[in-house]
């Protein structure tokens, strides 16, 4: 069994790594090309990590929240557009989306008399950022929703072939 840091403030990588039972080493044969002192470096936030090491990691860690967390936090086009997504249980994904779409079905004629001329005047403001921020809620859930189908194909908890199939006749 391998040691276990007690450091506080870990970061997602060694925390995921950590809860797949591997030591540095043992990470660093399973992702091939990053040796155990860059894998330590980059948990420790000492050497930024490369875009294809945190998908290397993600593959391998079977841990798709790893994509999100970079470009949230750690690239610098994905901190400004890139939403951080929550890993969440399916049923309260659907849930938080089920409320969402009712309160924007509800706000739906006044978006469309806010929206109908072209552009929105001072007295619409308020109301066009409260429907946008709904809207945005509901964005974070299907991307909610979309890590959460990640990480079930990723673990095999759902069958990649028949997804797959299922995606191609759409």
Known sequence: MPRTSTKENKSIYQIIREEKGLSREKASELL??????????????KFDAKPDEIMTMAEK???PQLCNHYCAHECA????????????????????????LNS?????????????????EAEEIDD?????????????????????????????????DA????????
């Open 32 to 45: 091939e090309y990053i040796t155990p002192e860059r894998l330590e470096r980059i948990e420790n936030s």
């Open 104 to 120: 924007i079905q509800k706000s739906q004629a006044r978006l469309i008399e806010i929206t109908a001329d072209g552009k929105i």
């Open 128 to 160: 066009f950022v409260t429907i946008q921020d709904e809207l945005e809620r509901i964005s974070l859930s299907v991307e909610t929703m979309q890590l959460w189908v990640e990480k079930k194909l990723a673990s095999g908890n759902i069958d990649i």
């Open 163 to 170: 997804y797959q199939e299922a995606k191609k006749k759409k």
């Open 61 to 63: 860690y079977q841990a």
């Open 77 to 100: 086009i994905g901190k400004h557009y890139v939403p951080e997504v929550q890993m969440k249980d399916l049923s309260q994904i659907v849930l938080e989306m089920l409320a969402s």
